[in-house]
């Protein structure tokens, strides 16, 4: 029993190293987690080899392993040596835990098959078989890293997916008859390998378990089989290659539904004006910030620390209006995103797929559009905002350059695209002060605690006043360089940086955000009702999914889908705090008694 216990062990703690060592950036209760999941699942890896006391050099397991660590190896390893200079957090646990689990199913499969004696070489095979494809997706990642020095990412995934079989015949004919030999020949002997090693050790292993060894077997079959390959919520689903090939293959279908109903939306948008009244080219901005509460920004809270000097220093300019009653709509970012971004809102029946967004609408009004963006591109979280981000005219990722470093200053450099002979309107998301906070912001920067350090509020603290010097510095660019006419900024939602994120609702500091609007002398001279009726308005309540109707009236336009009885910037504006809701419509803004 002790050399189970013992490769038990190791393949706990060199799995656990591993996953520390390729991942970065990774926040100590993530480390701690890990610590403890990994271990009931060494357990199940080696559970089937001790129930069946086979040797722990027997081919049957040897070969489970093989597939198992090259699992566990391969995206982390990869995706760490693409990113790991720019990128500031990730990790694939779900990785080490399918490596992990693979190696106990498959085993036990095999001393199952082996026990009954039913056809055991015919169902040896099937399961090589299954071995084999399970490893092909590990070898396929090498294959495309050794080709072109770089993981598998979004741009490549979307590549593999739209190409059509011809091109892949054209792709292969393209390499000389040895190197399409060497294609072939290559995963045909691994192939081969894996059947005459199972096969030759179901003739030299003689398996012998009894009834409570089999009800053992059976039940972490069954428990893994589940637990593996459940559809939507399995292990293998959830590892990077998979949940990648997945969200691409998402996003595809995500496209060409919304793309069908831009159409129509299109068809039916009317706005006037259709080009903007500033006396030469101008910019409007819209920024969206990422997890910040408005509870530690010293603009908008009596705090210890000053961590908005910028933006508390410009609450005395009257050319910028800060509203500390605004509240998002749910402390969950695409939730939040897809209703402020387009009419879709808690307080009315339209759905994202079919509703203009305020893309949409600044087409319309004559602005050429512009999408800078640090946060992620595809998947659950951040598909709906890429279909509105990919209608502007130009949309970049930072994560998609690999030669940048992904704090928010990356960004700066992608306005100096921006032409300033053309009417501007350019969408800026941060990532801001998403959890882990430390990671947020260089460490030099560092002004409370000590540069490194965990230290969840202090990192957080620091994460805001970055965020406010990043605020400063496109204000000064697009002031100085884009004619700046008018900013508007808020985050998605808030946080509590001190408590884990919980899926529910969590309290009312998930919610409570800064809203911030800008805008010059002559925006001001031309548009006097609408700064008059935003300056008046700055301590009324408001939901950031009326943020698309706010945009609408910087952009002083009418519209058929444009309600301004949802405008905070117009005379109708129809909310109150008695009326307005969070946690899309389940809790009510009355409801929070704290200031």
Request: hydrophobic share 40%; aromatic share 16%.
């Amino acid at each position: 029993m002790f050399k189970y216990l013992l490769l038990t062990a190791l393949l706990y703690f060199i799995s656990y190293l591993y996953y520390v060592k390729v991942s970065h950036g990774l926040g100590h209760k993530a480390e701690f987690l890990q610590l403890r999941r990994f271990l009931p699942c060494a357990l199940l890896a080696v559970a089937p080899a001790a129930t069946a006391q086979i040797q722990l050099t027997n081919s049957l397991l040897l070969t489970s392993m093989a597939v198992g660590i090259s699992w566990i190896i391969t995206y982390p390893l990869l995706y760490w040596n693409t990113y790991h200079k720019n990128s500031t957090d990730f990790g694939f646990h779900f990785d080490t835990v399918f490596g992990l689990y693979i190696i106990g199913w498959l085993t036990a499969l095999k001393i199952i098959v082996l026990n009954f004696n039913i056809f055991p070489i015919t169902f040896l095979i099937i399961l090589t078989t299954v071995e084999f494809l399970i490893l092909l997706i590990p070898i396929s990642q090498w294959i495309f890293y050794f080709l072109y020095k770089s993981c598998i990412d979004e741009n490549s995934m979307m590549m593999l997916q739209e190409t059509h079989y011809n091109e892949i015949l054209e792709f292969f004919k393209s390499f000389s008859i040895p190197v399409n030999l060497l294609i072939f020949v290559i995963p045909t002997s691994v192939y081969g390998i894996f059947i005459y090693l199972n096969i030759d050790a179901s003739v030299s292993t003689s398996i012998s378990i009894n009834i409570y060894q089999l009800i053992t077997l059976l039940a972490i079959v069954a428990f893994l089989t589940i637990y593996l390959w459940k559809k939507g919520k399995g292990v293998f689903v959830r590892t990077g290659i998979v949940e990648l090939y997945l969200d691409v293959k998402e996003y595809f279908e995500t496209t060409k539904l919304y793309t069908q109903n831009m159409k129509e939306r299109l068809k039916d948008l009317q706005v006037t004006p259709q080009k903007p009244v500033f006396d030469k080219p101008s910019t409007i901005l819209l920024i969206i910030g990422e997890s910040e509460s408005r509870d530690y920004m010293s603009a908008f809270s009596e705090c210890e620390y000053d961590t908005t000097p910028w933006l508390k220093a410009k609450k005395e300019d009257p050319h910028f209006l800060l509203f500390p009653n605004s509240y998002s709509c749910i402390a969950h970012t695409v939730s939040c995103l897809e209703r402020a971004l387009t009419e879709f809102n808690q307080y009315n029946d339209k759905q994202f797929y079919t509703s203009c967004s305020i893309i949409d609408i600044a087409h319309k009004a004559g602005y050429t559009t512009s999408w800078y963006s640090n946060q992620g591109h595809l998947g659950c979280a951040d598909t709906p905002v890429t279909l509105v981000a990919n209608t502007s005219q130009t949309a970049k990722w930072t994560k998609q350059n690999l030669n940048q470093v992904q704090y928010d200053e990356a960004l700066l450099e992608y306005l100096e695209e921006v032409n300033p002979q053309k009417n501007n309107f350019v969408v800026i998301h941060l990532k801001g002060n998403h959890f882990n906070f430390i990671n947020r912001y260089p460490s030099q920067f560092t002004k409370w605690g000590t540069p490194g350090k965990y230290d969840l509020i202090l990192n957080y603290l620091n994460s805001i006043a970055y965020t406010d010097s990043i605020l400063e510095k496109i204000y000064n660019y697009a002031s100085a360089k884009l004619n700046l006419q008018a900013i508007l900024y808020f985050s998605d939602h808030g946080t509590l940086p001190d408590k884990r994120r919980s899926p529910n609702f969590d309290g009312f500091g998930t919610v409570r955000i800064p809203m911030f609007a800008y805008f010059s002398d002559e925006y001001i001279q031309k548009n006097k009702e609408i700064y008059q009726t935003l300056s008046d308005n700055q301590n009324k309540y408001f939901t950031n999914d009326l943020s698309y109707e706010l945009m609408c009236s910087i952009f002083n336009i009418k519209s058929n889908h444009f309600d301004e009885t949802n405008s905070l910037a117009s005379p109708k504006y129809k909310f109150t705090r008695e009326m307005l809701t969070t946690d899309l419509g389940k809790m009510y803004i009355k409801d929070d008694t704290t200031k």
